[in-house]
């Protein structure tokens, strides 16, 4: 076991309720929007045939965005992911290859943990039942060595 | 996915999507308005902004089931914003069970999206030549055939039209009991969401209209995005998630059930009695066993949706007799109950878990028909919710017909108690099939057909909810005043009169007491604030304040508050709503309870009397129940 290089967040699915503050937090904290599909994170808890079901979609740290980017505007600084808009030509290859989707566009954004924001990442602080958290990430060492 | 609707901060300055979106059913054609900021800022959303654009768009004498009445689905300002608890539907229309103005609201999701997709409200009018479904996609509005959906249980409905149109679109549905007419259907949102009262279903089966989908992928700004969020964490901190309302998360309503029980007000075999010997097998505790997961309406940081997994029906078995009309499942007759299928998985969309049920439910189809059985109750929730029927009227006048049968005076197939008749008469009633027909036309229809007109728990056509008048007198006043007929949620007096320390056997105060909790829920549910917040007229007044760029007080807020109150009743003035409307069923101003705390009390018609007099006089109304023009003047509604 390994700890990834960048902070990620984590949900305790038999708290979460659903109802997307987080995600609302993520779009006004950092775009001064109230918009859910502007959100680097994606909390949903749709009904299926069995019941409501949790689905969590965020950075896992796994830093394919930062391996496809061709501009090196991608990289970790201090635990957490960044993006250097100075760098960035809005070409989009990050999104298109995160696995989870929540790389945005137009304009271009992704998780950073919300580094150097007082009093932690937005969602975390507006989740009402404390069903996220930051934290390291821990990755399995590939068998390959 | 990608946002395609508006790139970066959207104009205006304040928290409104700034548009109506206008449809016409019958030339199967739609446009868009600027909002009226003049009404808005008088009628701030929700309620008030739906009466204001009713009043405009239907005139008086409308048939509520012809293409002339209006269908409104009308958003708060704060909806889609951080402002928690915010994310209701409001929808106003005149009823077809009251003839009364009606609004309802439905939580959900498809609230915010109509906002994000950039409409404050919808107006439906006119009457489609086939059943569609009406597509809001952002600014793509259109009209789709509903041949795959027309004849299914809104649960199914959901799932088909997510399948065809995607994931992120939401959904409100009318069932078959809207498509049939019945004056007790309701719409579903999101499986177990209802707008739930007064037949709002109907309308939309009248016009054709199976149901709504919308996307929204579009931005909301406040003008000061800085201190709006710092002003609603807080609260949300500091008022919203505090003991006064974690009650919502902890159990929810089902807790209501034990106080119910407590003061002797819990609704039993049609308001027979006021205690159930069954209470607790259907009580906060009971429900909390079979709970398998929460679940919060959209931007809600209470969370009082209950899913739970329910048991089988007890000894008498399953049978909620056959699917609706057209077969869900393509196979009328097959029955979906429960019974002697263990370990089966679910076999319709809407089984695995069931949201709910409500106090209302409990009360209303469980002790109020004799049924104990909690199993039995999901089974009746899940089937109402599915069908479109409003579960408190489809319960009461379910009771009335148990009570009919008890006292010999009409047999349809109904009997306190017995579990099998009463899962089968939800089929029937959305169906229009046999008895059926007779008693989706509700308490009033069935008392004047067959008698019983003393015990027909009703006002202005509308079924009571879940609280014995005679074990709080000021919640008769409250019912014989609301709006829209019998109805909890103009005024709630219960929580101080038998919840709390108000005398309940007094009509002193009540008046006044009444008339502030009908301003007070006239302003929330027209700002859309959801009624599980008890939040005060002052932090309401600082969210406006935060959203709409301008300082907005506690006082214009109740002013405003009133403004709608009185709307509504002039709505209802020029439909020939009178004094001799807010009435009262002989059952609880004659026959004295007979047990629990209770016991011996009715509500003295004189001190009835007393009350409405006082609040009328207290109101600014005539004798006969008419604003004064000088009350109208005050108002601003002077001309209406």
């Known amino acids: 076991m390994a700890v990834k290089p960048v902070a990620i967040l984590s949900i305790d699915g038999s708290r979460c309720t659903g109802c997307q503050m987080c995600m609302l937090a993520c779009a006004a904290a950092r775009e001064g929007v109230f918009n859910p599909f502007r959100a680097t994170l994606r909390v949903e808890k749709p009904y299926t045939y069995a019941g409501p079901e949790v689905r969590f979609s965020a950075c896992d740290g796994c830093l394919t965005c930062q391996e496809v980017c061709p501009t090196e505007a991608i990289g970790v600084r ?68 | 996915m990608a946002s395609r609707g508006y790139r970066g901060r959207p104009e205006g300055g304040d928290t409104y999507a700034g548009k109506v979106l206008r449809v016409d059913l019958g030339g199967m054609s739609s446009w868009t308005e600027p909002l009226n900021r003049d009404w808005a800022r008088l009628f701030f ?3 008030g902004l739906g009466f204001r654009y009713f009043h405009d768009a239907v005139p008086a004498g409308t048939d509520p089931l012809s293409p002339g009445n209006a269908l409104i689905f009308v958003t708060g300002p704060l909806t889609g ?56 996609d952002d600014d793509r509005v259109s009209f789709r055939e509903a041949n795959g959906v027309w004849g299914r249980g809104c649960h199914e409905t959901e799932f088909l039209l997510r399948d065809a149109l995607g ?40 016009k054709h209209l199976k149901a709504v989908a919308v996307r929204g992928t579009g931005s909301l700004a406040a003008p000061d995005m800085g201190r709006f969020l710092e002003f609603a964490h807080r609260a949300m901190r500091e008022d919203l998630l505090t003991d006064t309302n974690l009650w919502a998360y902890t159990d929810g309503t089902p807790m209501i059930v034990g106080l119910s029980q407590s003061a002797g007000i819990l609704p039993t075999r049609n308001f027979q009695s006021g205690t159930f010997a069954g209470a607790e097998a259907i009580g906060a505790e009971a429900v909390r066993s079979l709970r398998v997961a929460k679940k919060s309406c959209f931007g809600c940081g209470l969370g009082c949706g209950n ?30 109950g429960r019974g002697g299928e263990a370990g ?8 695995g878990a069931v949201e709910g049920p409500e106090y209302e439910t409990l009360a209303l189809t469980g002790s109020n028909c004799g049924i104990g059985d909690l199993g039995a109750i999901i089974e009746f929730n899940r089937l109402c919710d599915d069908l479109g029927l409003d579960t408190i009227s489809t319960g009461g006048v379910v009771a009335f017909a148990m009570e009919l049968a008890e006292r010999d005076l009409a047999d349809l197939g109904l009997r306190f108690g017995d579990v099998d008749s009463y899962l089968r008469a939800p089929v029937l009633i959305a169906r229009g ?77 009540k008046a006044q007491l009444v008339i502030n909790g009908q301003h007070q829920n006239s302003i929330k549910f027209s700002l859309i604030f959801c009624d599980f917040w008890a939040l005060s007229p002052e932090l309401m007044a600082g969210f406006c304040s935060v959203a709409l760029g301008r ?90």
């Open chain 2, 81 to 136: 914003t951080l402002a928690p608890c915010t994310g209701k539907l409001g929808v106003v229309t005149r009823s077809p069970a009251t003839g009364t103005i009606l609004d309802c609201s439905v939580g959900g999701t498809v609230g915010p999206q109509l906002k994000y997709a950039g409409y404050d409200l919808v107006v439906i009018t006119g009457r489609a030549p086939h059943p569609v479904v009406l597509v809001i």
């Open chain 2, 344 to 351: 089966a998985g679910p076999r319709w969309p809407g089984e």
């Open chain 1, 78 to 145: 201090d635990g957490h992911l960044y993006l250097d808009l100075d760098l960035c030509t809005e070409c989009g290859l990050c999104a298109g290859s995160c696995p989870h989707g929540v790389i945005r566009t137009d304009p271009m954004r992704l998780c950073d943990g919300c580094a150097g924001r007082e009093g932690g990442p937005a969602c975390v602080a507006w989740c009402p039942v404390e069903a996220l958290s930051l934290g390291q990430a821990v990755e399995e060492v590939s068998p390959r060595g």
């Open chain 2, 433 to 509: 099939e046999g008895v059926g027909r007779q008693l989706g036309r509700g308490v009033r229809y069935l008392a004047e057909r067959y008698g019983g007109k003393e015990f027909a728990m009703e006002v202005k056509g509308l079924e009571f909810p879940g609280y014995e008048p005679r074990g709080s007198w000021g919640m008769g006043l409250a019912y014989a005043t609301s709006d829209r007929g019998a109805c909890h949620m103009r005024a709630w007096p219960v929580a101080d009169e038998a919840f709390g320390s108000l005398d309940p056997f007094t009509g002193e105060g």
């Open chain 2, 551 to 640: 300082e907005v007080t506690a006082d214009e807020l109740r002013l405003a508050g009133e403004r709608i109150w009185n709307l509504g009743r002039l709505l209802n003035v020029r439909e020939g709503f009178r004094r001799e409307h807010d009435y009262l069923p002989a059952r609880v101003l004659e026959h004295p309870l007979p047990d629990g705390p209770a016991a011996g009390r009715v509500v003295p018609p004189e001190v009835f009397r007393a009350m409405l007099e006082e609040y009328y006089r207290l109101r600014g109304w005539d004798e006969d129940g008419v604003p004064t023009p000088a009350k109208l003047a005050e108002l601003g509604l002077e001309g209406l």
């Open chain 2, 167 to 206: 994931a992120e679109f939401r959904i409100i549905s009318t069932g078959p009991a809207g498509e049939n007419l019945v004056p007790m259907a309701c719409l579903t949102s999101e499986l177990y969401r209802q707008a739930g009262r007064g037949g709002v279903g109907a309308v939309m089966g009248s």
């Open chain 2, 45 to 47: 959303g929700g309620k």
């Open chain 2, 307 to 336: 899913f739970l997994r329910a048991p089988a029906v007890g000894a008498a078995g399953a049978g909620a007799g056959a699917w609706p009309a057209g077969g869900s499942r393509g196979e009328a007759g097959a029955a979906p």
